[in-house]
């Protein structure tokens, strides 16, 4: 399979491409690290250019800055082509390090990363979603109830409650579409897909991508991390850094929502984060005890 996809690369940039390395992913997908001439790339492979996961990664790192810049794309056999952006540290990795100084600041400057990213993007939220077509209408409130059924009945073996019902209503209030406060967004910011270049932080693994309210992404700030497998407790204070830091980052970009006092709505981020965990109670592992890099902070 290997040397199919380099012969499909090399038909796409128009050189020779050879010493492929595999980097991690997932199984919907091939990750290759590939020598082209004075210079390597990355290549990610889908089964086929029609799968959801390969039509969002391309749309994405179309629309959104500080991810890599698209080199070529064969929409026929699910291929994208990426420039390399090295083997600097992800923010996983200064998190799970032992650098508390490191793994604040790398924190502060990444989420910074995401919402000047964020903010840029809301000139390309109709091309993404044009891009996307049938798939752009998506609802975070819809998985949201998804969740707590799955929770209700699967693990608590409840029967529904009116309560949760008007919450989710309220979550729902999210997914009508705003131009002032509606951003594209990778979706999945853990951090482990963000690495840190020369340039700055840079957003990989935008499979997920979607158009969706900004509150969403600055609730993944306040809480933080909600898909991440390295879920562990903030020291004080962190949660809140990021999310002024977001805020700062964001307001230029989004005046709209910078004139509404705080960012997002009080309602509006805590609406967001019940989707993220509501959402993602099966996969999120609830805080075990404080990172690494914060350890001795504590």
């Not at 929770?151 to 949760?164: R, T």
């Amino acid at each position: 399979m290997t040397d199919d996809i380099l012969r499909l690369v090399s038909a796409a940039l128009g050189v020779p491409v050879t010493d492929p390395q595999p980097l991690a992913g997932s199984d919907r997908s091939v990750v290759l690290r590939a020598h082209v001439p004075g210079s390597t790339v990355v290549v990610k492979k889908y089964p086929d250019g029609t799968s959801s996961s390969f039509l969002r990664e391309v749309a994405g790192l179309t629309a959104l800055d500080h991810t890599p810049e698209v080199l070529a794309v064969d929409r026929d056999r699910g291929l994208v082509v990426m420039s390399d952006l090295g083997a600097g540290p992800t923010l996983a990795d200064l998190l799970l390090g032992d650098d508390s100084a490191s793994a604040w600041d790398g924190a502060l400057s990444w989420v910074e990363a995401l919402g000047d990213a964020l903010g840029r993007s809301r000139a390309g939220t109709t091309a993404f979603a044009a891009a996307l077509g049938e798939l752009a209408d998506d609802e975070p409130s819809a998985a949201a109830r998804v969740g707590v059924r799955r929770l209700l009945a699967d693990v608590l073996g409840l029967p529904a409650d009116p309560a949760i019902g008007a919450e989710l209503d309220a979550i729902a209030t999210l997914d009508h579409r705003d131009p002032a406060t509606d951003v594209v967004s990778p979706t999945d910011t853990c951090p482990d897909n963000a690495i840190r270049t020369t340039d700055g932080w840079r957003f990989l693994d935008l499979e997920g991508a979607t158009v969706h309210h900004v509150a969403y992404d600055a609730a993944y700030a306040a809480m933080p991390f909600s898909t991440c497998w390295c879920v562990f407790e903030p020291p004080a204070g962190f949660t809140d850094r990021l999310l002024g830091r977001f805020t700062t980052a964001l307001a230029p970009h989004l005046p709209a929502v910078r004139l509404r006092s705080t960012l997002p709505a009080v309602a509006g981020l805590l609406a967001a984060a019940a989707a993220w965990a509501d959402d993602e109670w099966g996969s999120s592992a609830a805080p075990v005890g404080p990172y690494r890099a914060f350890a001795r902070d504590e």
